[in-house]
């Protein structure tokens, strides 16, 4: 355990030192190179910035506005039809565009149910086994410059339901 927490703390140093010394060993100008890579850094955040802003503004929005809760409403029926718990819905939603929204999401449901309950093992199941659909296509797609993204996004949602489901019935399951 000791050699774990030796090289957890430790792996970023010898990291960076392996790379300066292998840029070293080929004779390159690190410094100039470093400088370089944060300045195209700055640049593709600086291009998707308003992409970040408009997410974050849209799910700050649907939270405030109560529509999740609206929407968690209008689907109990079909969702109580497939054994899929209702107050899982907004996490679900909102983990598609923002994972730190979903956490916020996420722990109002541990303060309410507990993060042992069916229901916090169901969510925190879910949260890992899912990815922020929009938000990671919107920035990696404008970083990259992608105009067509063909399959990407019945790709990724059928993952994530795929990923949502799952979590449902492993949770049932433990």
Do not use: C
Not at 66 to 83: A, Q, V, Y
């Amino acid at each position: 355990m000791n050699f774990l927490l030796f090289l957890s703390n430790a792996i970023i140093p010898l990291l960076i030192f392996f790379i300066v010394a292998v840029g070293l060993s080929r004779k390159q100008n690190i410094y100039d190179d470093f400088i370089k890579g944060a300045a195209d850094g700055l640049k593709t955040v600086i291009g998707i910035m308003p992409t970040l802003i408009g997410l974050m503004v849209a799910v700050g929005v649907l939270r405030a506005s109560g529509f999740l809760d609206f929407l968690s409403d209008l689907m109990k029926t079909p969702m109580e039809w497939i054994h899929f718990p209702t107050e899982l819905v907004p996490v679900t939603i909102v983990k598609m565009f923002s994972s730190s929204a979903a956490t916020g999401l996420l722990l109002d449901l541990y303060k309410s149910h507990g993060p042992d309950s069916l229901l916090g093992s169901m969510a925190s199941i879910m949260m890992s086994s899912t990815e922020t659909i929009f938000y990671t296509m919107s920035v990696y797609f404008m970083a990259a410059h992608v105009k067509k993204s063909r399959y990407t996004l019945a790709g990724a949602l059928l993952a994530t339901l795929a990923g949502t489901v799952m979590s449902v019935l492993l949770a049932g399951w433990m």
